[in-house]
Protein backbone atom coordinates (compact mmCIF):
# COMPACT_ATOMS: atom_id res chain seq x y z
CA UNK A 1 0.00 0.00 0.00
CA UNK A 2 1.11 3.82 0.06
CA UNK A 3 0.49 6.94 1.75
CA UNK A 4 -0.80 9.70 -0.88
CA UNK A 5 -1.94 12.80 -0.76
CA UNK A 6 -5.51 12.49 -2.00
CA UNK A 7 -6.29 13.60 -5.49
CA UNK A 8 -2.90 15.22 -5.89
CA UNK A 9 -2.05 14.61 -9.61
CA UNK A 10 -5.00 12.89 -10.50
CA UNK A 11 -4.62 12.33 -14.20
CA UNK A 12 -8.05 11.81 -16.08
CA UNK A 13 -6.31 10.68 -19.47
CA UNK A 14 -9.29 10.08 -21.99
CA UNK A 15 -7.73 12.08 -24.32
CA UNK A 16 -4.38 10.18 -24.35
CA UNK A 17 -4.11 7.47 -27.19
CA UNK A 18 -1.66 5.82 -28.94
CA UNK A 19 -0.89 7.32 -32.36
CA UNK A 20 -0.11 4.58 -34.30
CA UNK A 21 -1.52 4.66 -38.04
CA UNK A 22 -1.21 8.67 -38.14
CA UNK A 23 2.88 8.01 -37.63
CA UNK A 24 3.02 6.29 -40.92
CA UNK A 25 5.80 8.17 -42.45
CA UNK A 26 3.75 11.11 -42.65
CA UNK A 27 2.51 11.69 -45.88
CA UNK A 28 -0.20 13.75 -47.26
CA UNK A 29 -2.75 12.71 -49.62
CA UNK A 30 -1.20 13.89 -52.68
CA UNK A 31 1.84 12.27 -51.79
CA UNK A 32 0.44 8.80 -51.49
CA UNK A 33 -0.33 9.30 -55.14
CA UNK A 34 3.60 8.47 -55.63
CA UNK A 35 3.83 5.82 -57.99
CA UNK A 36 3.94 1.75 -57.20
CA UNK A 37 7.37 1.61 -58.70
CA UNK A 38 9.10 4.67 -56.72
CA UNK A 39 6.86 3.54 -53.54
CA UNK A 40 8.35 -0.14 -53.63
CA UNK A 41 11.87 1.19 -54.39
CA UNK A 42 11.74 3.38 -51.14
CA UNK A 43 10.50 0.71 -49.16
CA UNK A 44 13.22 -1.31 -50.24
CA UNK A 45 15.60 0.75 -49.39
CA UNK A 46 14.45 1.89 -45.96
CA UNK A 47 14.66 -1.38 -44.72
CA UNK A 48 18.58 -1.68 -45.47
CA UNK A 49 21.12 -0.26 -43.37
CA UNK A 50 24.69 -0.08 -43.09
CA UNK A 51 26.48 -1.24 -40.10
CA UNK A 52 30.80 -1.29 -39.51
CA UNK A 53 30.29 -5.21 -40.37
CA UNK A 54 28.07 -4.83 -43.27
CA UNK A 55 24.95 -4.15 -44.54
CA UNK A 56 21.60 -5.66 -43.09
CA UNK A 57 17.92 -5.88 -44.34
CA UNK A 58 15.13 -5.96 -41.97
CA UNK A 59 11.54 -5.82 -42.98
CA UNK A 60 9.03 -3.32 -43.24
CA UNK A 61 5.77 -3.28 -41.34
CA UNK A 62 2.76 -0.74 -40.56
CA UNK A 63 3.78 1.14 -37.74
CA UNK A 64 7.33 -0.27 -37.58
CA UNK A 65 10.89 -0.78 -39.17
CA UNK A 66 12.19 -4.00 -37.63
CA UNK A 67 15.92 -5.63 -37.74
CA UNK A 68 15.97 -8.97 -35.58
CA UNK A 69 19.16 -10.81 -34.85
CA UNK A 70 21.56 -8.54 -35.77
CA UNK A 71 25.23 -9.52 -35.12
CA UNK A 72 27.29 -7.14 -32.68
CA UNK A 73 29.79 -9.60 -31.19
CA UNK A 74 31.34 -12.35 -32.14
CA UNK A 75 31.04 -16.31 -31.69
CA UNK A 76 31.65 -17.46 -27.86
CA UNK A 77 31.99 -20.80 -28.60
CA UNK A 78 34.93 -23.16 -28.32
CA UNK A 79 38.19 -21.27 -27.37
CA UNK A 80 36.53 -17.86 -26.92
CA UNK A 81 33.86 -19.03 -24.07
CA UNK A 82 34.84 -17.65 -21.41
CA UNK A 83 36.44 -14.29 -23.75
CA UNK A 84 35.54 -11.05 -23.66
CA UNK A 85 33.40 -10.69 -27.14
CA UNK A 86 35.01 -9.33 -30.34
CA UNK A 87 33.66 -7.84 -33.07
CA UNK A 88 31.58 -9.83 -35.76
CA UNK A 89 33.08 -11.10 -38.61
CA UNK A 90 32.21 -8.88 -41.38
CA UNK A 91 29.95 -9.49 -44.36
CA UNK A 92 30.11 -8.80 -48.29
CA UNK A 93 26.40 -9.66 -49.04
CA UNK A 94 23.18 -8.40 -47.72
CA UNK A 95 22.58 -9.73 -44.14
CA UNK A 96 18.83 -11.31 -44.02
CA UNK A 97 17.74 -9.74 -40.59
CA UNK A 98 14.07 -10.49 -40.88
CA UNK A 99 13.66 -13.85 -38.30
CA UNK A 100 14.77 -13.41 -34.72
CA UNK A 101 18.55 -14.41 -34.35
CA UNK A 102 19.82 -16.95 -32.30
CA UNK A 103 19.00 -16.97 -28.23
CA UNK A 104 22.22 -17.66 -25.99
CA UNK A 105 22.21 -21.11 -24.65
CA UNK A 106 19.60 -21.94 -21.66
CA UNK A 107 17.76 -24.73 -19.65
CA UNK A 108 14.12 -24.41 -19.97
CA UNK A 109 11.06 -26.67 -19.27
CA UNK A 110 11.32 -27.88 -22.65
CA UNK A 111 15.59 -29.11 -22.33
CA UNK A 112 18.15 -27.13 -23.55
CA UNK A 113 17.49 -24.61 -26.21
CA UNK A 114 19.75 -21.95 -28.09
CA UNK A 115 23.58 -21.33 -29.15
CA UNK A 116 27.22 -20.31 -27.48
CA UNK A 117 26.87 -17.88 -30.81
CA UNK A 118 24.29 -15.45 -30.04
CA UNK A 119 25.70 -11.96 -29.88
CA UNK A 120 22.64 -10.24 -31.64
CA UNK A 121 20.20 -7.79 -30.70
CA UNK A 122 16.94 -6.71 -32.22
CA UNK A 123 16.24 -2.41 -33.22
CA UNK A 124 12.47 -1.40 -34.05
CA UNK A 125 12.06 2.35 -35.20
CA UNK A 126 8.92 4.07 -36.81
CA UNK A 127 8.07 3.94 -40.40
CA UNK A 128 9.05 7.31 -40.82
CA UNK A 129 11.89 9.02 -42.12
CA UNK A 130 12.47 10.93 -38.75
CA UNK A 131 16.49 10.72 -37.62
CA UNK A 132 18.12 11.61 -34.25
CA UNK A 133 15.31 9.40 -32.37
CA UNK A 134 15.81 8.49 -28.42
CA UNK A 135 17.64 4.80 -28.01
CA UNK A 136 15.89 2.93 -25.45
CA UNK A 137 18.52 -0.30 -24.74
CA UNK A 138 16.91 -3.21 -23.10
CA UNK A 139 18.10 -5.76 -21.47
CA UNK A 140 16.02 -8.93 -20.64
CA UNK A 141 15.26 -10.45 -17.20
CA UNK A 142 15.52 -14.50 -16.20
CA UNK A 143 17.99 -14.24 -13.34
CA UNK A 144 20.84 -13.73 -16.19
CA UNK A 145 20.15 -17.94 -16.90
CA UNK A 146 17.34 -17.90 -18.73
CA UNK A 147 15.47 -15.30 -21.30
CA UNK A 148 15.82 -13.91 -24.90
CA UNK A 149 15.65 -10.45 -26.81
CA UNK A 150 11.93 -11.25 -28.04
CA UNK A 151 10.96 -11.04 -23.71
CA UNK A 152 9.36 -7.33 -25.32
CA UNK A 153 8.83 -5.91 -28.86
CA UNK A 154 9.44 -2.30 -29.26
CA UNK A 155 6.90 -2.31 -32.09
CA UNK A 156 3.82 -0.98 -30.23
CA UNK A 157 6.14 1.75 -27.99
CA UNK A 158 7.63 3.31 -31.77
CA UNK A 159 4.34 3.50 -33.52
CA UNK A 160 3.31 5.83 -30.66
CA UNK A 161 6.60 7.68 -30.25
CA UNK A 162 9.47 8.50 -31.96
CA UNK A 163 12.16 5.99 -30.52
CA UNK A 164 14.24 3.39 -31.76
CA UNK A 165 14.01 0.38 -29.15
CA UNK A 166 16.99 -2.22 -29.25
CA UNK A 167 16.55 -5.41 -27.00
CA UNK A 168 19.79 -7.59 -26.79
CA UNK A 169 20.47 -11.36 -26.29
CA UNK A 170 23.82 -11.91 -24.20
CA UNK A 171 25.61 -15.24 -22.63
CA UNK A 172 23.66 -16.94 -20.14
CA UNK A 173 23.78 -19.07 -16.88
CA UNK A 174 27.45 -20.76 -16.17
CA UNK A 175 28.38 -19.29 -19.67
CA UNK A 176 27.86 -15.31 -18.83
CA UNK A 177 28.93 -15.53 -15.42
CA UNK A 178 31.98 -17.95 -13.93
CA UNK A 179 34.09 -17.17 -11.43
CA UNK A 180 36.41 -20.39 -11.23
CA UNK A 181 40.33 -19.54 -10.49
CA UNK A 182 41.83 -21.64 -13.77
CA UNK A 183 39.48 -19.19 -16.32
CA UNK A 184 41.52 -16.27 -14.80
CA UNK A 185 44.31 -16.77 -17.56
CA UNK A 186 43.09 -13.35 -19.85
CA UNK A 187 42.63 -9.76 -19.44
CA UNK A 188 41.50 -8.14 -16.21
CA UNK A 189 38.22 -7.92 -17.58
CA UNK A 190 38.53 -11.18 -18.43
CA UNK A 191 39.40 -12.70 -15.17
CA UNK A 192 36.53 -11.10 -13.69
CA UNK A 193 34.26 -13.74 -14.02
CA UNK A 194 31.35 -11.52 -15.47
CA UNK A 195 31.50 -12.21 -19.17
CA UNK A 196 27.46 -11.06 -19.37
CA UNK A 197 28.57 -7.54 -18.21
CA UNK A 198 31.51 -7.79 -20.83
CA UNK A 199 28.53 -8.39 -23.38
CA UNK A 200 26.26 -5.47 -22.84
CA UNK A 201 29.20 -3.58 -22.64
CA UNK A 202 29.91 -4.61 -26.04
CA UNK A 203 26.59 -4.18 -27.48
CA UNK A 204 26.37 -0.41 -26.12
CA UNK A 205 29.68 0.23 -28.13
CA UNK A 206 27.59 -1.35 -31.01
CA UNK A 207 24.64 0.61 -30.26
CA UNK A 208 27.03 4.23 -30.17
CA UNK A 209 28.79 3.65 -33.34
CA UNK A 210 26.02 1.92 -35.39
CA UNK A 211 22.26 2.92 -34.44
CA UNK A 212 22.67 6.53 -36.31
CA UNK A 213 22.44 4.61 -39.00
CA UNK A 214 18.64 3.22 -38.11
CA UNK A 215 17.83 7.01 -37.15
CA UNK A 216 19.17 6.54 -33.63
CA UNK A 217 20.65 9.65 -31.46
CA UNK A 218 24.04 7.84 -30.64
CA UNK A 219 24.07 10.35 -28.04
CA UNK A 220 20.94 9.94 -26.42
CA UNK A 221 20.87 6.16 -25.40
CA UNK A 222 19.30 4.89 -22.22
CA UNK A 223 20.17 1.65 -20.88
CA UNK A 224 17.19 -0.40 -19.56
CA UNK A 225 16.67 -3.60 -17.94
CA UNK A 226 13.82 -5.54 -16.15
CA UNK A 227 14.38 -8.17 -13.33
CA UNK A 228 17.87 -9.29 -13.96
CA UNK A 229 18.30 -6.86 -16.37
CA UNK A 230 17.49 -4.36 -14.07
CA UNK A 231 20.15 -5.69 -11.75
CA UNK A 232 22.86 -5.72 -14.16
CA UNK A 233 21.49 -1.94 -15.18
CA UNK A 234 22.02 -0.69 -11.16
CA UNK A 235 26.08 -2.63 -11.81
CA UNK A 236 26.61 -0.66 -14.55
CA UNK A 237 25.72 2.41 -12.44
CA UNK A 238 29.01 1.24 -10.84
CA UNK A 239 30.99 -0.67 -13.57
CA UNK A 240 34.18 1.61 -14.53
CA UNK A 241 33.69 -0.06 -17.90
CA UNK A 242 30.05 1.52 -18.37
CA UNK A 243 31.76 4.60 -18.19
CA UNK A 244 29.77 6.81 -20.53
CA UNK A 245 28.63 4.27 -22.57
CA UNK A 246 25.13 5.47 -21.66
CA UNK A 247 23.44 8.11 -21.17
CA UNK A 248 20.31 7.22 -18.71
CA UNK A 249 19.18 4.49 -17.25
CA UNK A 250 16.05 2.50 -16.65
CA UNK A 251 15.41 -0.12 -13.60
CA UNK A 252 11.87 -2.37 -13.54
CA UNK A 253 11.89 -4.38 -10.92
CA UNK A 254 15.83 -4.59 -10.59
CA UNK A 255 17.67 -4.19 -6.91
CA UNK A 256 21.13 -3.95 -6.17
CA UNK A 257 23.01 -7.20 -6.28
CA UNK A 258 26.82 -7.90 -5.64
CA UNK A 259 28.13 -11.56 -5.20
CA UNK A 260 31.03 -11.75 -3.42
CA UNK A 261 34.26 -13.15 -5.43
CA UNK A 262 35.43 -16.17 -3.64
CA UNK A 263 32.34 -17.67 -1.80
CA UNK A 264 30.62 -17.65 -5.49
CA UNK A 265 33.79 -19.94 -6.45
CA UNK A 266 33.08 -22.51 -3.75
CA UNK A 267 29.09 -22.51 -5.16
CA UNK A 268 30.28 -23.27 -8.80
CA UNK A 269 32.74 -26.00 -7.56
CA UNK A 270 30.19 -27.65 -5.46
CA UNK A 271 27.57 -27.20 -8.66
CA UNK A 272 30.02 -28.60 -11.03
CA UNK A 273 31.67 -31.14 -8.92
CA UNK A 274 29.08 -34.36 -10.06
CA UNK A 275 29.77 -33.70 -13.50
CA UNK A 276 33.39 -34.06 -13.19
CA UNK A 277 32.90 -37.33 -10.86
CA UNK A 278 30.18 -38.21 -13.63
CA UNK A 279 33.09 -37.86 -16.39
CA UNK A 280 35.81 -40.28 -13.92
CA UNK A 281 38.14 -37.01 -13.40
CA UNK A 282 37.55 -37.35 -10.09
CA UNK A 283 36.90 -40.10 -7.61
CA UNK A 284 34.26 -38.50 -5.73
CA UNK A 285 32.58 -34.90 -5.07
CA UNK A 286 34.79 -33.79 -1.87
CA UNK A 287 38.10 -34.30 -4.60
CA UNK A 288 36.17 -32.86 -7.59
CA UNK A 289 35.58 -29.43 -5.86
CA UNK A 290 38.79 -28.99 -4.31
CA UNK A 291 40.37 -30.15 -7.83
CA UNK A 292 37.96 -27.02 -9.52
CA UNK A 293 39.27 -24.59 -6.69
CA UNK A 294 42.54 -24.21 -8.21
CA UNK A 295 44.25 -22.78 -11.20
CA UNK A 296 45.36 -26.25 -12.21
CA UNK A 297 46.01 -26.07 -16.66
CA UNK A 298 43.76 -29.38 -16.58
CA UNK A 299 40.96 -27.73 -15.01
CA UNK A 300 40.83 -24.97 -17.29
CA UNK A 301 40.76 -27.78 -20.27
CA UNK A 302 38.00 -29.56 -18.33
CA UNK A 303 35.90 -26.92 -18.22
CA UNK A 304 36.38 -25.46 -21.84
CA UNK A 305 36.02 -29.37 -23.16
CA UNK A 306 32.53 -29.86 -21.50
CA UNK A 307 29.62 -29.60 -23.74
CA UNK A 308 27.54 -26.18 -23.46
CA UNK A 309 24.51 -28.20 -22.52
CA UNK A 310 25.94 -29.69 -18.96
CA UNK A 311 26.58 -26.76 -18.06
CA UNK A 312 23.65 -24.31 -18.92
CA UNK A 313 21.71 -27.00 -16.86
CA UNK A 314 23.57 -26.43 -13.54
CA UNK A 315 21.92 -24.65 -10.69
CA UNK A 316 18.44 -24.26 -12.22
CA UNK A 317 16.39 -24.17 -9.42
CA UNK A 318 17.75 -20.69 -8.77
CA UNK A 319 14.35 -18.81 -9.37
CA UNK A 320 15.68 -15.89 -8.21
CA UNK A 321 18.21 -16.84 -5.36
CA UNK A 322 21.49 -15.65 -5.65
CA UNK A 323 22.91 -17.80 -3.48
CA UNK A 324 22.09 -20.49 -5.85
CA UNK A 325 23.52 -18.61 -8.41
CA UNK A 326 25.78 -15.83 -7.47
CA UNK A 327 26.40 -13.48 -10.21
CA UNK A 328 27.81 -10.20 -10.62
CA UNK A 329 30.79 -10.31 -9.13
CA UNK A 330 32.83 -7.54 -7.05
CA UNK A 331 36.19 -8.34 -8.94
CA UNK A 332 37.61 -5.20 -8.62
CA UNK A 333 37.75 -4.35 -12.06
CA UNK A 334 34.57 -4.38 -14.14
CA UNK A 335 32.78 -4.27 -10.51
CA UNK A 336 34.72 -2.72 -7.67
CA UNK A 337 35.39 -4.64 -4.51
CA UNK A 338 33.32 -2.43 -2.24
CA UNK A 339 30.23 -2.85 -4.22
CA UNK A 340 27.51 -0.45 -4.09
CA UNK A 341 29.30 1.41 -0.94
CA UNK A 342 31.53 2.72 -3.96
CA UNK A 343 31.46 6.70 -4.28
CA UNK A 344 32.21 6.51 -7.69
CA UNK A 345 29.19 6.02 -9.62
CA UNK A 346 27.76 6.56 -13.14
CA UNK A 347 25.72 9.31 -12.34
CA UNK A 348 23.13 9.58 -15.16
CA UNK A 349 19.26 10.26 -14.64
CA UNK A 350 18.00 7.09 -13.63
CA UNK A 351 14.25 5.83 -13.32
CA UNK A 352 13.34 3.20 -11.40
CA UNK A 353 10.37 1.47 -10.98
CA UNK A 354 8.13 -1.47 -9.38
CA UNK A 355 5.15 -3.22 -8.86
CA UNK A 356 3.20 -3.36 -5.57
CA UNK A 357 3.01 -7.67 -5.47
CA UNK A 358 6.07 -7.87 -6.46
CA UNK A 359 6.56 -11.77 -4.95
CA UNK A 360 3.33 -12.86 -5.92
CA UNK A 361 4.54 -15.35 -9.09
CA UNK A 362 7.74 -16.29 -7.26
CA UNK A 363 5.67 -16.83 -4.25
CA UNK A 364 2.72 -18.56 -6.16
CA UNK A 365 5.03 -20.98 -8.81
CA UNK A 366 7.32 -21.73 -5.69
CA UNK A 367 7.72 -25.49 -5.33
CA UNK A 368 6.09 -25.24 -1.61
CA UNK A 369 3.01 -24.40 -3.02
CA UNK A 370 3.43 -26.51 -6.12
CA UNK A 371 0.70 -29.25 -5.06
CA UNK A 372 -1.72 -26.48 -4.42
CA UNK A 373 -2.09 -24.24 -7.25
CA UNK A 374 -1.98 -27.54 -9.31
CA UNK A 375 -5.54 -28.81 -7.81
CA UNK A 376 -6.73 -25.39 -6.90
CA UNK A 377 -6.59 -25.74 -3.26
CA UNK A 378 -4.25 -22.36 -3.39
CA UNK A 379 -7.53 -20.44 -3.27
CA UNK A 380 -10.10 -22.60 -1.86
CA UNK A 381 -8.19 -24.14 1.28
CA UNK A 382 -7.77 -21.28 4.05
CA UNK A 383 -5.25 -22.82 5.77
CA UNK A 384 -2.75 -22.86 2.44
CA UNK A 385 -4.12 -19.72 1.38
CA UNK A 386 -3.41 -17.80 4.58
CA UNK A 387 0.25 -19.28 3.80
CA UNK A 388 0.30 -18.02 0.18
CA UNK A 389 -1.23 -14.46 1.57
CA UNK A 390 1.33 -14.30 4.06
CA UNK A 391 4.32 -15.02 1.66
CA UNK A 392 2.74 -12.58 -0.87
CA UNK A 393 2.35 -9.61 1.64
CA UNK A 394 5.83 -9.85 3.24
CA UNK A 395 7.24 -11.12 0.49
CA UNK A 396 6.15 -8.05 -1.78
CA UNK A 397 6.99 -5.51 0.69
CA UNK A 398 10.22 -6.09 0.81
CA UNK A 399 10.91 -7.09 -3.28
CA UNK A 400 9.16 -3.36 -3.97
CA UNK A 401 11.47 -1.95 -1.15
CA UNK A 402 14.38 -3.59 -2.87
CA UNK A 403 13.60 -2.47 -6.30
CA UNK A 404 13.55 0.99 -5.29
CA UNK A 405 13.43 2.60 -1.97
CA UNK A 406 16.53 0.46 -1.20
CA UNK A 407 18.71 1.25 -4.10
CA UNK A 408 17.67 5.03 -3.76
CA UNK A 409 18.41 5.26 0.05
CA UNK A 410 21.51 3.99 -0.74
CA UNK A 411 22.44 6.17 -3.51
CA UNK A 412 21.56 9.46 -2.48
CA UNK A 413 24.60 10.32 -0.87
CA UNK A 414 26.87 9.58 -3.78
CA UNK A 415 24.92 10.06 -7.06
CA UNK A 416 24.71 13.42 -8.20
CA UNK A 417 21.60 12.48 -11.20
CA UNK A 418 18.05 12.68 -10.55
CA UNK A 419 16.50 9.57 -9.80
CA UNK A 420 12.63 8.99 -9.89
CA UNK A 421 10.42 6.32 -8.65
CA UNK A 422 7.47 4.95 -10.04
CA UNK A 423 5.58 2.16 -8.45
CA UNK A 424 2.52 0.62 -10.28
CA UNK A 425 -0.29 -0.33 -8.68
CA UNK A 426 -2.82 -1.55 -11.58
CA UNK A 427 -4.11 -5.03 -10.05
CA UNK A 428 -3.95 -4.59 -7.02
CA UNK A 429 -8.01 -3.73 -7.15
CA UNK A 430 -9.48 -7.24 -7.65
CA UNK A 431 -12.69 -4.85 -9.46
CA UNK A 432 -10.19 -3.28 -12.12
CA UNK A 433 -8.27 -6.71 -13.74
CA UNK A 434 -9.78 -9.92 -14.57
CA UNK A 435 -10.56 -12.95 -11.75
CA UNK A 436 -7.07 -14.47 -12.62
CA UNK A 437 -4.58 -11.65 -12.62
CA UNK A 438 -6.82 -10.96 -8.90
CA UNK A 439 -5.12 -13.78 -7.68
CA UNK A 440 -1.02 -11.62 -8.73
CA UNK A 441 -2.00 -8.31 -8.37
CA UNK A 442 0.49 -5.80 -9.58
CA UNK A 443 3.21 -8.44 -10.16
CA UNK A 444 6.84 -8.88 -11.08
CA UNK A 445 6.05 -8.12 -14.60
CA UNK A 446 3.28 -5.90 -14.72
CA UNK A 447 4.54 -2.88 -16.15
CA UNK A 448 5.10 -5.27 -20.09
CA UNK A 449 2.30 -5.29 -21.32
CA UNK A 450 1.99 -1.44 -20.75
CA UNK A 451 5.12 -1.09 -22.47
CA UNK A 452 4.69 -3.51 -25.36
CA UNK A 453 0.86 -3.68 -26.17
CA UNK A 454 1.27 -7.03 -28.51
CA UNK A 455 3.08 -8.79 -25.54
CA UNK A 456 1.62 -12.16 -24.93
CA UNK A 457 4.03 -12.92 -21.95
CA UNK A 458 1.30 -13.35 -19.05
CA UNK A 459 -1.36 -14.07 -21.13
CA UNK A 460 -2.90 -16.91 -19.17
CA UNK A 461 -2.25 -15.01 -15.86
CA UNK A 462 -3.89 -11.47 -16.52
CA UNK A 463 -6.38 -12.92 -19.42
CA UNK A 464 -8.05 -9.39 -20.73
CA UNK A 465 -7.24 -7.27 -17.77
CA UNK A 466 -5.21 -4.82 -20.15
CA UNK A 467 -7.72 -4.92 -22.40
CA UNK A 468 -10.28 -2.26 -20.38
CA UNK A 469 -10.87 1.37 -21.44
CA UNK A 470 -8.26 2.44 -18.04
CA UNK A 471 -5.33 -0.12 -18.97
CA UNK A 472 -5.55 1.17 -22.03
CA UNK A 473 -5.19 5.10 -20.41
CA UNK A 474 -2.53 3.32 -18.48
CA UNK A 475 -0.56 2.06 -20.97
CA UNK A 476 -0.43 5.40 -22.87
CA UNK A 477 0.77 7.29 -19.82
CA UNK A 478 3.23 5.21 -19.17
CA UNK A 479 4.23 5.28 -22.29
CA UNK A 480 4.65 9.29 -22.48
CA UNK A 481 6.42 9.62 -19.31
CA UNK A 482 9.01 7.03 -20.08
CA UNK A 483 9.51 8.59 -23.88
CA UNK A 484 9.78 11.75 -22.02
CA UNK A 485 12.29 10.48 -20.11
CA UNK A 486 14.94 8.65 -22.75
CA UNK A 487 14.20 11.91 -24.78
CA UNK A 488 14.95 14.60 -22.29
CA UNK A 489 16.13 13.10 -19.01
CA UNK A 490 13.12 14.24 -16.92
CA UNK A 491 9.78 12.15 -17.14
CA UNK A 492 7.47 15.10 -17.17
CA UNK A 493 5.70 16.21 -20.58
CA UNK A 494 2.80 17.41 -21.57
CA UNK A 495 -1.03 16.38 -20.24
CA UNK A 496 1.00 14.93 -17.66
CA UNK A 497 0.62 15.18 -14.05
CA UNK A 498 3.72 16.27 -13.02
CA UNK A 499 6.87 13.77 -11.42
CA UNK A 500 9.12 14.81 -9.19
CA UNK A 501 12.80 13.61 -8.46
CA UNK A 502 13.15 10.96 -5.45
CA UNK A 503 14.44 12.78 -2.35
CA UNK A 504 15.27 11.48 0.67
CA UNK A 505 12.93 12.28 3.37
CA UNK A 506 10.36 13.40 1.22
CA UNK A 507 6.81 13.61 1.87
CA UNK A 508 5.98 12.80 -1.59
CA UNK A 509 8.94 10.64 -3.64
CA UNK A 510 7.46 7.84 -5.65
CA UNK A 511 4.79 8.18 -8.90
CA UNK A 512 2.19 6.00 -7.99
CA UNK A 513 0.48 4.65 -11.27
CA UNK A 514 -3.15 3.05 -11.30
CA UNK A 515 -6.50 2.38 -13.31
CA UNK A 516 -9.85 1.19 -12.52
CA UNK A 517 -11.72 -0.06 -15.85
CA UNK A 518 -12.43 3.35 -17.37
CA UNK A 519 -9.77 5.73 -16.09
CA UNK A 520 -5.76 5.84 -15.22
CA UNK A 521 -4.06 8.16 -12.64
CA UNK A 522 -1.22 9.02 -11.19
CA UNK A 523 -0.12 10.69 -7.67
CA UNK A 524 2.58 11.50 -6.17
CA UNK A 525 3.23 10.01 -2.61
CA UNK A 526 5.52 7.74 -0.71
CA UNK A 527 5.26 4.38 0.65
CA UNK A 528 4.01 3.61 4.14
CA UNK A 529 5.98 1.06 5.53
CA UNK A 530 10.05 0.51 5.72
CA UNK A 531 12.25 -2.42 6.50
CA UNK A 532 11.68 -1.81 10.40
CA UNK A 533 7.84 -1.97 10.14
CA UNK A 534 7.71 -4.75 8.17
CA UNK A 535 10.05 -7.22 10.83
CA UNK A 536 7.21 -5.87 13.34
CA UNK A 537 4.53 -6.79 11.43
CA UNK A 538 5.77 -10.23 10.92
CA UNK A 539 6.76 -11.06 14.49
CA UNK A 540 2.81 -10.08 15.13
CA UNK A 541 1.14 -11.53 12.50
CA UNK A 542 -1.11 -14.31 13.80
CA UNK A 543 -2.74 -15.50 10.36
CA UNK A 544 -0.43 -18.67 10.07
CA UNK A 545 1.36 -20.68 13.31
CA UNK A 546 4.78 -20.29 14.17
CA UNK A 547 6.04 -23.19 12.33
CA UNK A 548 4.56 -22.50 8.97
CA UNK A 549 6.27 -19.07 9.52
CA UNK A 550 9.60 -20.73 9.78
CA UNK A 551 9.30 -22.54 6.99
CA UNK A 552 7.85 -19.88 5.11
CA UNK A 553 10.48 -17.40 5.88
CA UNK A 554 13.72 -19.95 5.19
CA UNK A 555 11.88 -19.31 1.63
CA UNK A 556 11.88 -15.96 1.54
CA UNK A 557 15.31 -15.55 2.92
CA UNK A 558 16.35 -17.61 0.19
CA UNK A 559 15.05 -15.71 -2.10
CA UNK A 560 16.74 -13.32 -1.04
CA UNK A 561 19.87 -14.18 -0.18
CA UNK A 562 22.01 -13.61 2.58
CA UNK A 563 25.60 -12.21 3.50
CA UNK A 564 27.52 -15.63 2.73
CA UNK A 565 26.72 -14.99 -0.79
CA UNK A 566 25.67 -11.79 -1.14
CA UNK A 567 26.92 -8.26 -0.47
CA UNK A 568 23.88 -5.97 -1.37
CA UNK A 569 23.65 -2.31 -1.49
CA UNK A 570 20.54 -1.27 1.67
CA UNK A 571 18.73 -2.35 3.79
CA UNK A 572 17.51 -5.20 2.49
CA UNK A 573 19.58 -7.66 3.26
CA UNK A 574 20.03 -6.41 7.48
CA UNK A 575 15.99 -6.57 7.47
CA UNK A 576 16.01 -10.11 6.05
CA UNK A 577 18.63 -11.20 8.47
CA UNK A 578 17.18 -9.75 10.94
CA UNK A 579 13.94 -11.45 10.37
CA UNK A 580 15.26 -14.63 9.55
CA UNK A 581 17.67 -14.83 13.05
CA UNK A 582 14.40 -14.85 14.63
CA UNK A 583 13.03 -18.03 13.17
CA UNK A 584 15.89 -20.25 13.06
CA UNK A 585 15.54 -23.34 11.42
CA UNK A 586 17.53 -26.45 11.47
CA UNK A 587 20.03 -24.56 13.52
CA UNK A 588 20.77 -22.23 10.66
CA UNK A 589 19.15 -18.63 10.51
CA UNK A 590 16.56 -18.68 8.24
CA UNK A 591 17.20 -22.01 6.39
CA UNK A 592 20.55 -20.67 5.34
CA UNK A 593 23.52 -22.25 5.57
Known sequence: MKKLKQMKWV???????????????????????TTAAETSKEEAVSVV????????KGLEEENALVWLGVPYGGDTSGENRWKAPTDPEPWTDELDVSEAGSLALQAGADGVTGSEDALNLDIYRPNNEKEKLPVLVYVHGGNNQTGNAQEISGRSFVAGQDAVVVSVNYRLGALGFNPLPALKTGSDEENSGNYTMLDL??????VRENISNFGGDSDNVTIAGFSAGGRDVMAMLISPIFEGKFDKAVSF??????????????????AIAPLVVEDKVKKNEEEARSWLLTSAEEVKDYLYELDGDRLVGLMGNAGIRMSVFPHLYNDGTVLPKEGFDTINYNSVPLLMLTGEQEFSLFGRFDPYFGEYVGDGSIDTNKDISSQYDFVNKYGGQLYSLFNLEDSAQKMSANYSAPIYGMEILFGENADAVSEEMAK????HGVFVPLLDTDSQNYAGLVT????????????????????AFISNGEPNGEDLPEWTAWEKG????????DADKETATAEMGKKDFDYEQVLDAIKKDDSITEDQKKTLLSKVCLLYTSRSIDIQGGGITEAIISICSSYRVNGHVGGIT
Open 201 to 206: AKSLDW
Open 49 to 56: RETAFGKV
Open 464 to 483: DSYTSKGAKQLSAMFQKYLY
Open 253 to 270: SGGMTIADEEKSQEVFAE
Open 506 to 513: ADENILFL
Open 440 to 443: LGSF
Open 11 to 33: ALVGTVVLIGGCSQRGKTGSESS
